[in-house]
């Protein structure tokens, strides 16, 4: 498995997460990766991280080491049965279709793990900027119906 994250104005890290996600390790990516990124890209402490409802993401933990960090980014909320509108997922379906492409196919975890790293950072600005642009339009189509059916 493979965690990480981007912004309008840049990819960044992408962390090979070896066990199985549970909220200890999640906050240790979250502190040690999103965080000096976050301050990075968004020096004024404007940004909003955007993250789904798996478990690990609602750990009381990890929401409170958010509530500690609120001054310098800001956590989006994220209704419990919302569909999962994260733009990332556009991201992990792109990477997965180049991984499939690849002739021959990563031999081991090792190729693997590189050949997840150049297509990460291959990516194209255009489409991950794109798909930043596309949020508002995104979230404005699930409040439309009121909790009825959407095309997500």
């Known amino acids: 498995m493979v965690w990480g994250t981007f912004s309008w104005a840049a990819l960044g890290p992408v ?15 979250i502190a040690d990766q999103l965080h000096p990124y976050m301050a990075v890209v968004f020096p004024t402490g404007n940004g909003i991280f955007q993250q789904d409802n798996a478990p ?3 750990a009381r933990i990890v929401l409170k080491w958010f509530e500690e960090h609120t001054d310098e980014f800001h956590l989006m909320s994220w209704s419990p049965n919302s569909p999962d509108l994260n733009p ?8 997965e279709r180049h ?4 002739t021959p196919p990563s031999q081991n975890i ?3 793990f590189y050949s997840c790293l150049d297509i990460w950072y291959n990516l ?3 489409m991950y900027q794109k798909l930043v642009a596309s949020m508002p339009r995104r979230i404005a189509v699930i409040l439309k ?3 009825g ?3 997500y």
């Open 88 to 95: 990332m997922e556009h991201i992990w379906d792109v990477m």
């Open 145 to 147: 119906p009121k909790g």
């Open 124 to 126: 194209s600005p255009v």
């Open 99 to 102: 991984l499939r492409a690849q």
């Open 56 to 58: 690990c993401h609602k």
């Open 15 to 29: 962390v090979v997460v070896e066990q199985t996600m549970k909220a200890a390790n999640y906050l240790s990516i």
């Open 110 to 112: 090792s190729t693997l």
């Open 149 to 151: 059916a959407t095309r």
